[in-house]
């Protein structure tokens, strides 16, 4: 069966295992589908993985003795300000990855938005990181969720390639990092994420030393 590359809704397959959701770009947006494809075959780090609180995805956790140095993700944010990840050294970062194609995005957005409210105060700070290619597609998106943390612009997800191997698969979305205040990446979910997931992950990370 062809796919019209151009296509951005859902194409279920009849028999298949698994279901997608394409942009224009070669990039699933389908949070099962990444759980599926990737779980198996994909060995991630050390640590003891755990089901999110919330009844979401499988959040890879990292031993503090073992948690990799986070890439520095830089640049011009959707709205045109800038932002880098060391500028938040020393508050627990939450970074998620989305497009304004993909569903499952726009569905755990609200909740991320929640988190940076409520624990803005507690040093926490969600940073989005849009792989449209169009700026003004991420910005309609960010502007019509009314979303208060900021969102670097990475068409493709180029920066993400200098992730760890194994921790997420940075062509399906979304995704979410969890960087403890040294800058260490701390875990990793390939699924959408609620309020509730994202509080049981930072909570005891807030507590480290």
């Not at 298949?16 to 599926?36: F, H």
């Not at 989305?98 to 969600?126: F, I, M, N, Y």
């Not at 194994?166 to 979410?176: A, D, E, Q, S």
């Amino acid at each position: 069966m062809k796919t019209n590359p151009r296509a951005v809704l859902c194409v279920v397959v009849a028999g298949l295992a698994m279901t997608g959701c394409a942009t224009p770009k070669p990039l699933p947006t389908d949070v099962e589908q990444g759980e599926r494809a990737e779980g198996a075959g994909q060995s991630g780090q050390s640590g003891d993985d755990a089901r999110l609180a919330g009844g979401g995805g499988l959040f890879k956790s990292i031993p503090a003795g073992e948690r990799p140095v986070a890439p520095d993700f830089a640049g011009d944010t959707v709205d045109g300000g800038s932002v880098r990840l060391s500028d938040y050294r020393g508050r627990v970062v939450v970074v998620n990855a989305w497009a304004s194609t993909c569903g499952p995005c726009r569905v755990e957005s609200p909740d991320l938005d929640r988190v940076q409210r409520e624990l803005k105060e507690r040093d926490v700070q969600v940073l989005g990181v849009s792989m449209d290619v169009s700026r003004s597609n991420a910005l309609a998106f960010q502007r019509d969720l009314a979303l208060s943390y900021p969102s670097l612009h990475d068409p493709g997800g180029k920066q993400f390639l200098k992730l760890p191997n194994g921790l997420v698969n940075p062509r399906i979305l979304p995704f979410t990092l969890f960087v403890d205040r040294a800058g260490r990446i701390a875990g990793a979910v390939q699924s959408t994420v609620t309020e509730e997931d994202v509080r049981s992950v930072v909570t005891p990370m807030l507590e480290e030393g």
